[in-house]
């Protein structure tokens, strides 16, 4: 079992950046896939992006690629999300979640196990 705890989020004008930070607990961190969601007002939580164990193989959605940059480091029991030329449409609750699926990684929200408790992500324009 490992309990997620995202920070990093806030307000930013389009344009600006910010680096959310998703800490683990638990000797068992680096052995889940992981992933950034985001839920915005009357929407779904949707996919971002999705990091291998070792952080060798990243998966992104069309609309943040090139934009966004996820990476983990197991040492620190941590992952980013690096997000850069922030748009008003990337406004949301940003989520990070661990899988417990065979495969590399996932883009599927009904397959991850454990979610932290969201940060918000304001862009103004």
């Known amino acids: 079992q490992v309990q997620l705890v995202e920070s990093g989020g806030g307000l930013v004008q389009a344009g600006g950046s910010l680096r959310l930070s998703c800490a683990g607990s638990?000797?068992?961190?680096?052995?889940?896939?992981m992933g950034w969601f985001r839920q915005a007002p009357g929407k779904e939580r949707a996919f971002v992006a999705a990091?291998?164990?070792?952080?060798?193989?990243?998966y992104y959605t069309d609309s943040v690629k090139d934009r966004f940059t996820i990476s983990r480091d197991n040492a620190k029991n941590t992952m980013y999300l690096q997000m850069n030329s922030l748009k008003p449409e990337d406004t949301a609750v940003y989520y990070c979640?661990?899988?417990?699926?065979?495969?590399?990684?996932?883009?599927?929200?009904?397959?991850?196990?454990?979610w932290g408790q969201g940060t918000q992500v304001t862009v103004s324009s």
């Open positions: 979640a661990a899988t417990q699926t065979w495969k590399s990684y996932s883009i599927d929200k009904t397959e991850y196990t454990y």
């Open positions: 638990g000797r068992t961190f680096s052995s889940y896939p």
């Open positions: 990091i291998s164990r070792s952080g060798a193989r990243t």
